[in-house]
């Protein structure tokens, strides 16, 4: 027995049968206070077991509770990191660990392994999310990483397109679908005059009422003339070709929808 004091042989006693304890083999040390065999037992049994050491967890030490068993703080262990798990200690209610198919995880490493990633900064999301509710867009955001692909700025009305599995800012979506209008360089959206062009280099397209003679601005319907990359009217071809001695192309437009 760890030596508590020295007693007279008529007070070394069991502390709570209060038996006289003939010898030191037949006394152990409990929490400062000695017991007989059959008080040291139920002693113990009172209280709770690590499940890390198999050792007691005395009133002194902290218990931590996991995976419906008792630990003493320093032998709750993450099982990626083996690295003791720190609890909180600012009153928190919220435990230091996670628990995810019989395992436990310190928070960094649990938010590492399990939880989604940030397409635009490929951290772990752990609240608040942003996602397409149509599924047309994959994967999650913070709410403060999710913006226009290319400019980075967000979308106050929460409205956004999709191009290439990537969001963008209705400009920037047009820029990469090629449909903003040749003539006054806004997004096309709906009726569309689309050249011959889009298809083999330039990628015309304009909005209806913006596709019109370069020289005179008279509207073009089906049939137009393409001269240094211009669009132009018969009548004002004509006079290209003559004064210029040069010949232009004669084009079909297509008319649709983006």
């Known amino acids: 027995m760890d030596r508590v004091g020295d007693f007279h042989a008529e007070c070394f006693k069991c502390t709570r049968c209060r038996n006289t304890l003939d010898s030191a083999r037949h006394a152990h040390e409990f929490e400062g206070r000695i017991y007989c065999d059959k008080d040291y037992s139920r002693m113990r049994r009172r209280l709770p077991t690590c499940a890390g050491c198999d050792g ?8 931590v509770y996991a995976l419906g068993q008792t630990w003493h703080d320093h032998h709750l262990q993450c099982y990626h990191c083996r690295k003791p798990i720190v609890q909180p200690s600012n009153g928190s209610s919220q435990p230091g ?10 928070s960094a ?24 509710q149509d599924g047309k867009l994959k994967g999650k955001w913070h709410t403060a990483c999710f913006g226009c692909h290319t400019c980075q700025r967000p979308f106050p ?16 979506y047009h820029k990469m679908n090629k449909s903003l209008c040749k003539t006054c360089d806004e997004p096309i959206e709906g009726p569309c005059a689309q050249t011959i062009e889009v298809k083999i280099l330039r990628g015309w397209r304009y909005h209806p009422n913006c596709f019109s003679c370069s020289e005179c601005r008279t509207p073009l319907t089906d049939v137009y003339y ?11 071809i004509a006079i290209i070709q003559r004064t210029r001695n040069v010949r232009a192309e004669r084009r079909r437009t297509f008319f649709g929808k983006v």
């Open 157 to 172: 009305d929460k409205s956004f397109y999709v191009y290439g599995d990537a969001p963008y800012c209705r400009r920037h």
């Open 97 to 106: 660990h996670v628990e995810k198919n019989g395992r436990i995880y310190c």
């Open 109 to 132: 490493d649990f938010a590492d392994l399990f939880l989604p990633k940030c397409r635009g900064c490929n951290k772990p999301v752990e609240k608040e999310a942003v996602s397409a």
């Open 56 to 63: 007691s967890i005395h009133s002194d030490e902290t218990t």
């Open 226 to 236: 393409n001269f240094e990359n211009k669009a132009y009217c018969e009548h004002d």
